[in-house]
């Protein structure tokens, strides 16, 4: 190995050393393993396959987290099949010229962009419980040290999984493995919604949900869920009830955002003048957002004694060196509505680069509220 290759492996184990004794949920540690997988193998794609109670591969963790060909891991003639029966490592140096085993897998492979394979058990004492299997858009062989480096993956996803190591341990990997698809299922329905809703691809709404998830302190899965649970869907209109409120910002939804809003905001325990400085506040970002950009977001959602806002867009951004204006600005100026966001908001949070601009709003209920972010029996 080079010398950055030697740093890059040890920065992992520092890493995994630390990630194995947090308090991270199965699924995050899966996708853990799996993005630093990618990157040090210089691969475009991983996954981790574990046997459910029929002995049928079942994918749990991929990375990227939504590739295309995902179904290319659970596929019945990949190698990773063969490599689970036999319990050998498995590989494909070139996928044009492919083992006939896979010839099947190998052209779906292709056609998605991969040149080359390999696969390696995952293992508790002497049975194979599960399989890691890496793809690369380039064919070529896997080192040893390759090699090497993906058995330790495997043996790092098998830790996460089996945190309990007794006579039950088939027990809890089914339960830990049913949750990892459940939380799945869940982040599939979620972003499916929110593309819905606001009008954006479903990578797009990867990225919302994955957002909202960061700045609430939970995992992918537990967002997804309460996205399913209380955003609107047809049929369906949870209205002022719902702890989650989701929008996109156009000059159609400007006029009817402030009776949307209110109600919500009466639901969250705001009222009185804390409600109406408030919604003058998001409502200000929201203008603000349709008329300097494009592809307004606007999300209200409460967490830690607290109603939050984010707005979001995809515009250009801030000029450089923008600041607000400490001084009551030109009210005819485009620094107007920030400045007054600001008083309203002192701890106001702007984010903004080349891709778009991003407000954080917060403002303390005078209640606590059990909504978005508060830890329940489902969130992990």
Same mark, same amino acid.
């Given at each position: 190995m080079s010398a950055s290759e030697d740093a890059a492996m040890m920065d992992f184990l520092v890493e995994m050393s630390d990630t194995l004794v947090a308090d991270l949920d199965t699924g995050g540690l899966l996708h853990w393993v799996a993005e630093r997988g990618v990157r040090l193998l210089t691969a475009q794609a991983a996954g981790f396959m574990v046997a459910d +109670? $029929?002995?049928t591969l079942r994918l749990l963790a991929a990375a990227p987290v939504h590739i295309s060909g995902e179904e290319l891991f659970e596929a019945p003639s990949a190698p990773a099949s063969w490599c689970f029966v036999t319990g050998d490592p498995m590989f494909d140096v070139d996928l044009d010229v492919p083992d006939l085993r896979w010839a099947v897998f190998a052209a779906q492979a292709r056609m998605s962009g991969f040149g080359s394979v390999a696969a390696v058990p995952m293992r508790v004492r002497d049975e194979v419980i599960g399989v890691v299997s890496v793809l690369r858009h380039r064919p070529g062989r896997f080192t040893d040290e390759e090699l090497r480096l993906m058995r330790a993956l495997a043996n790092v996803a098998t830790v996460g999984l089996l945190v309990q190591r007794d006579a039950g341990y088939r027990t809890t990997l089914a339960a830990q493995s049913q949750s990892v698809l459940t939380g799945r299922v869940a982040i599939e329905q979620a972003r499916g919604i929110l593309a819905e809703i606001l009008g954006v691809d479903v990578d797009t709404a990867l990225r919302e949900l994955d957002r909202h998830a960061t700045r609430t302190g939970r995992s992918l899965r537990a967002a997804a869920r309460e996205v399913v649970a209380c955003l609107p869907t047809a049929g369906r209109d949870n209205g002022a009830t719902s702890p989650l409120l989701v929008q996109p910002i156009t000059m159609d939804s400007l006029a009817g955002l402030r009776s949307r809003v209110r109600p919500w905001l009466l639901g969250a325990g705001l009222s009185g003048s804390a409600l109406d400085s408030f919604l003058r506040a998001v409502h200000e970002a929201a203008v603000n957002a349709e008329q300097h950009a494009v592809n307004? $977001? =606007? #999300? =209200? #959602?409460?967490?830690?004694? *607290? &109603? #939050?806002? +984010? &707005?979001s867009d995809d515009g250009p951004g801030m000029p450089a060196g923008f600041e607000i204006p400490s001084g009551p600005p030109d009210p005819n100026g485009h620094q107007a509505g920030l400045w007054l966001i600001r008083r309203i908001c002192p701890d106001l949070e702007i984010t903004s680069s080349a891709r778009g601009t991003r407000l954080l709003l917060r403002r %303390? *209920? %005078?209640v606590r509220t059990a909504g978005s972010g508060a830890p329940s029996a489902g969130d992990d």
């Open positions: +109670e $029929r002995g307004g $977001r =606007l #999300w =209200l #959602w409460t967490h830690q004694g *607290s &109603v #939050w806002c +984010e &707005v %303390p *209920s %005078p």
